[in-house]
């Protein structure tokens, strides 16, 4: 699992939230005192407002998106009405809801940029990268200097591009933002000057790659610059990584020095970025990929050649069956049906920077985002929530686990009596763990699910369509949760 940084510096520079170092959806407070002060007809509604932020405060998202919608149908002037709900809307996987909740609030000049930071989320989440830049470009055009703030907006709904340097030239002039900014602006320089492209190798559609487990890890057949074929991970966790073996080996040079976060306690740490000239996956072939390189030789197994997300599968239909030892890659509007044979349980999905939230219900108390992990070994629950949700851990019976992340170690702890609801399928778990999950999304995330319980499923993730299908193996026992 790997995530960008969590300082408020990589904040800004990726656009979570513009002044507050907040993902969007979680900060319900109003404007800053400096803003125009509302009017009498602008006044909140203080005791059902205070209801329906008390359910979210419960982690009872479900009920608090159904009072703030009430609310507004009885208040739709109002603005702190429209902002509650929508962060509701946001937390309850119905992004494109809840863009129409925040819409009216671009016409109010005290709301506007905390509206479209939100609403930019909102069609990220929902797979809409398109209607993200459209609304950008028509709401706060950066020739404008009253929208010069929206430069980390800009940097995270355009890859790369013109527009992506003019954002970053911004940033790179901020104190606060500079130095990231000047690297970022040196590698989006060296892209832009060699573009990606993907064509296809061999046989046309499906392209199928092998997988096999690689110390324990499972681990997908490329070719790397024509020259290698190699095995990388299959992680919808991470961005694509390499080992830096491998790097020295195809005698690539870095292009920029960047800050990158995974899970671990060492936190941010400096990662080298390169251009590999071409990878290959079953005879889909991308050029001039961008990726980042871990300074440790000793965080990569020398047979593994480093990791490799969805960012570059974001566009295809891709079926993961470990069992089977197949990736198959298909193209857009594939139904999952047809590969997979059979219907299948689906799921809808929400995006934070190519990485895949889907629900999952929890102590049957509600549905909450997590974070869809092929590369993490366990299953676990965010901490923090997990007290409030009733699945606390247990602190004198068990002791803690010690594993290994991007970041470095990290301890999970074991709860007790753990419910979940996954794909249709209960789960009814004597022992589960508990640790930190970074919260670094553009909405709170409750929970990793990790292979320990994928590993039961063939699975189709479906990435224009923003849904991802499961279907269990029938042919072999199943697996269950560790220490379930």
Known sequence: M?????????LALEGIALSSGKPP???????????????????PILLPQMEVERLLWQERPSRATDAALELLAAYPDRPEVRNLAGACLLRTFRPLEAVEAWRPLLENRRWRMRALERMVASYL??????EAASLLLRHAPLEREAFRQAAGLYVRVFPNGPRRI????????????????????RASRHFMGYPASVRSTGQGFPHRAKIREVYREPSVRVRLDDSRKAWVAFDTGAGFLLNRDIVRKLDLEPVATILKQGLGYKGPAERDVYSLSKLDIGGLAFSNVRTVVNRRDSEFR??????????????????????????????????????????????PV??????????????DRDSYPALFDTGAALTFLDQEKADVIGARANLGKYRNRIVEGFSGAFSLR?????????????????????????????MPVYAVIGRDLLNRYRIVIDGPGSEITVAPYSWAAPETPAGS
């Open 414 to 442: 074991v709860a007790e009596q753990v419910d979940l609801r996954f794909a249709g399928e209960e789960f009814n778990l004597r022992r589960l763990h508990v640790g930190e999950v970074p919260q670094v999304f553009d």
């Open 125 to 130: 989440a929902a797979g809409r990268d398109d």
């Open 166 to 185: 003019a954002a970053l030239e911004i940033l790179a002039r901020r104190p606060d933002t500079a130095r990231q900014a000047e690297e970022e602006l």
């Open 350 to 363: 929400m995006w934070s920077r190519n990485r895949p939230l889907v629900p999952l219900r929890i102590q």
């Open 302 to 347: 020398s047979n593994k050649a480093g990791y490799m997300g969805l960012e570059l599968l974001r566009r295809y239909v891709v079926l993961y069956d470990r069992r089977g030892g197949v990736l198959e890659i298909w193209p857009e509007g594939t139904p999952a049906a047809d590969i997979l044979g059979e219907p299948g349980v689906a799921m």
């Open 2 to 10: 790997i995530w960008t940084a969590a300082t408020c510096l990589l």
């Open 25 to 43: 959806e979680a900060s319900l407070a109003p404007p800053p005192p400096d803003a125009p002060r509302p009017s009498a007809a602008e006044q």
